[in-house]
């Protein structure tokens, strides 16, 4: 026996307990819930019988449970005999289940099998005929004993037809099907390879040609069973560790198994996060999904990351995820900012990293009309991070519903390369209607923020990149023209700009007195001589004022 300097007794059975010993201590991938571990969880055999044992037969043992707790009230356990005749069925699986609860090797429901043909007993006898009926506790009338059993019966008899031939991919209606179990258990509990006829079949009706496929490896080759297929990892042959492209996989046909698809066996468990994100276009066995991914039309052009703190994602992080290297790259100060690049219209992506900037209201509002398309939870050599999908022929100006100055219909111009588009307040921080912004004049807007004021300038890049330090106004000013607040700021870089961008400017000021006469001063000015920029066709005017509304309490 290795290890063991001298001879020892049936070494056949020490060797695979000391290879048991050593799985233990190294841990075993395994997945619950939707998150990953090595060690295990120690409910984790619980929630796998929940959700993989038939309700007919959870509902027979919970009523076999109950019966017996509810004869042993009536009569005390020595005298009624249950202990005796019972005590030898429910022993062993209350010792297993015990056992399993400190076990880290979370592989599959299959290590629950050896208590299942005690736990059917129990079950069958809640279901035992007597001469008049069941008794069923909580103190209910006497149940004839074929309405209490039939219906079970035949429950449990259509939900083993539904599932057939694919037994091993069963969940109960608790998880919604076998459709759903992957959402919660991976391993032997969904595909153990059992599917690739059907996936065979299902190429050969619908003509496909090779797939890309990625499972848990199983001890032969689906070709045998006809599957035509490119492997991806963590099949055998040319796999990478790491899903090339895994931000954006190339057009193909993918078939991506259940088990991978939950991180199992993978290095990065959350490499196939992209497929997680979009149903798949058909399920075969329903544990192997089948997705068509096609060409992208028209193509992506961008990505855009938010800088706060830092980027998530290096050059040749951006280059190996998307599998491209001429995407325009630009970052900003999504905290105090937001760039549309190409003004919205073009597609591309934002990359945010996961935390409290990145949830906060104003990144979310301009991240509505994106879907989450990708997401890394875990830390590991990249933070963890967001990518957010971004439509082509998306119009951000239209669906804004900017306010303008009065007797304006167009955006204003400056003599800069930025064009004035119009300002708003942040979606749900409103308390009043729509704003209205004029220059100069008498208007309206409300901008309550818990304790602060918002106001969010939109501007329009005309000329680019800008070498030349700039920044663009807030001021706060009060009835008397005092300035009360500031908050300047630039959240993009002007070297990073293209023309046609839109730039959102994020303005927050302290929470002033309620009811006091309220004015924002907004426009650009240079930062080297501090010049501001003249609004184009309005003589010896570079500033725009804006009238806020600040109502009093009484309001």
């Not at 032997?188 to 690739?196: A, C, P, V």
């Not at 942040?426 to 918002?454: C, H, K, M, N, W």
Request: aromatic share 12%; net charge neutral.
């Amino acid at each position: 026996v290795p290890g063991i300097g001298v001879p020892a007794p049936a070494p056949s059975h020490a060797i695979p307990l000391l290879r048991l010993r050593r799985h233990v201590a190294d841990g075993h991938p395994a997945f619950l819930l939707g998150e990953n571990r090595t060690h295990g969880w120690w409910y984790y055999f619980p929630v796998a019988f929940a959700l993989k044992t038939p309700l007919p037969t959870q509902f027979l043992l919970i009523a076999s449970v109950a019966r017996g707790v509810f004869s042993s009230l009536r009569r005390p356990l020595e005298k009624s005999g249950l202990l005796m005749r019972w005590g030898p069925v429910v022993l062993f699986p209350l010792l297993y289940g015990a056992t399993t609860l400190a076990s880290p090797l979370n592989i599959g429901y299959r290590h629950l099998l050896p208590v299942l043909p005690f736990l059917y007993i129990l079950a069958g006898r809640a279901a035992r005929n007597t001469g008049y009926g069941v008794r069923i506790p909580y103190f209910v009338l006497r149940i004839p004993y074929s309405v209490f059993r039939i219906p079970l019966l035949l429950w449990l008899a259509l939900g083993t037809l539904r599932i057939a031939p694919h037994y091993l991919a069963y969940f109960n209606e608790l998880a919604g099907g076998p459709d759903n179990g992957w959402r919660y258990l991976a391993d032997s509990n969904t595909d153990w390879g059992q599917g690739y006829k059907d996936l065979a079949r299902f190429q050969r009706e619908r003509g496909l040609g090779i797939i890309l496929l990625s499972a848990l490896v199983p001890t032969y080759d689906p070709a045998i069973y006809g599957v035509r297929y490119e492997p991806l990892t963590p099949m055998w042959g040319y796999t990478p560790a790491v899903f090339p492209s895994r931000f954006n996989p190339p057009p193909g046909d993918y078939v991506i198994s259940a088990t991978t698809l939950d991180g199992i066996p993978l290095v990065d468990p959350e490499m196939y996060d992209w497929f997680r994100k979009r149903e798949p276009d058909a399920r075969i066995a329903h544990v192997l999904f089948y997705y068509h991914v096609p060409s992208p039309d028209p193509a992506p052009e961008w990505v855009a990351q938010c800088a706060a703190p830092t980027a998530p994602l290096p050059p040749e992080a951006l280059a190996e995820g998307f599998g491209r290297d001429n995407l325009r790259q630009v970052e900003f100060d999504c905290t105090q900012a937001w760039l549309y690049p190409g003004g919205g219209s073009t597609a591309g992506w934002y990359v945010l990293e996961r935390g409290s900037a990145t949830d906060a209201p104003f990144a979310r509002t301009h991240l509505a009309p994106a879907r989450l398309s990708y997401e890394q939870k875990r830390r590991g050599a990249l933070p963890p991070f967001r990518i957010y999908e971004w439509p082509a022929g998306t119009s951000v100006r239209d669906s804004a519903a900017l306010g303008l100055p009065e007797g304006v219909s167009s955006p204003m111009l400056l003599d800069g390369p930025l064009t004035f588009l119009g300002a708003r307040a942040l979606p749900g921080e409103s308390r009043t209607g729509s704003a209205s912004f004029i220059l100069r004049s008498p208007g309206r807007d409300v901008l309550p923020e818990q304790g602060s004021l918002t106001v969010e300038t939109w501007w329009q890049v005309t000329a680019g990149p800008i070498t030349r330090p700039l920044s663009i106004m807030g001021h706060l000013l009060n009835g008397a023209g005092d300035l009360t607040g500031q908050n300047d700021g630039l959240g993009v870089s002007p070297v990073l700009w293209q023309p046609g961008d839109i730039i959102v400017q994020r303005h927050r000021f302290p929470s002033p007195p309620a009811g006091e006469e309220l004015w924002l001063r907004t426009g650009v000015y240079w930062l080297d001589t501090m010049e501001r920029w003249p609004v184009a066709g309005i003589p010896r005017t570079d500033m725009l004022l804006i009238p806020l509304e600040n109502p009093s309490e009484e309001d």
